[in-house]
């Protein structure tokens, strides 16, 4: 056995105890949060969702507006589907991502 693969066990080694602890907290703040189960996660899902969905409505509603006030030879209604799906998108990632950090927080 080369030194390489001696230092690779003992490093899975010390990364077993870590890894167990955090499981085992993950449990039982799963079992201590029983509340946010199913109909938390649905919730969550419905916001990214509608989230999503308004802003891309939004932007559709505007770029007919412009297409009807200042018509071109491109489309405002596709460009404007566009930007509202992207901002939907941003919007969703940063509700997924402060719950996301309220679970670390309350992990730690």
């Known amino acids: 056995m080369s030194s390489d693969n001696k230092s690779d066990n ?4 010390k990364s077993l105890p870590g890894t167990v602890g955090r499981k085992a ?7 201590r949060n029983r509340d946010r189960g199913v109909w938390f996660g ?5 916001m990214v ?10 932007g559709i509603v505007l770029g007919l507006w412009i297409d009807r006030i200042w018509p071109s030879s491109y489309s405002w209604t596709l460009t404007m ?7 939907g998108c941003i919007n969703a990632w940063y509700w997924v991502n402060k719950e996301s950090r309220l679970d670390d927080d ?3």
């Open 49 to 58: 969702g509608w989230t999503i969905a308004i802003t891309t409505i939004i």
């Open 10 to 13: 003992k490093n899975k080694e």
């Open 106 to 108: 309350e992990e730690e």
């Open 25 to 31: 907290a993950r449990r039982i703040k799963a079992r």
């Open 81 to 87: 589907l566009f930007i509202g799906l992207i901002v």
């Open 42 to 46: 649905l919730g969550l899902f419905g």
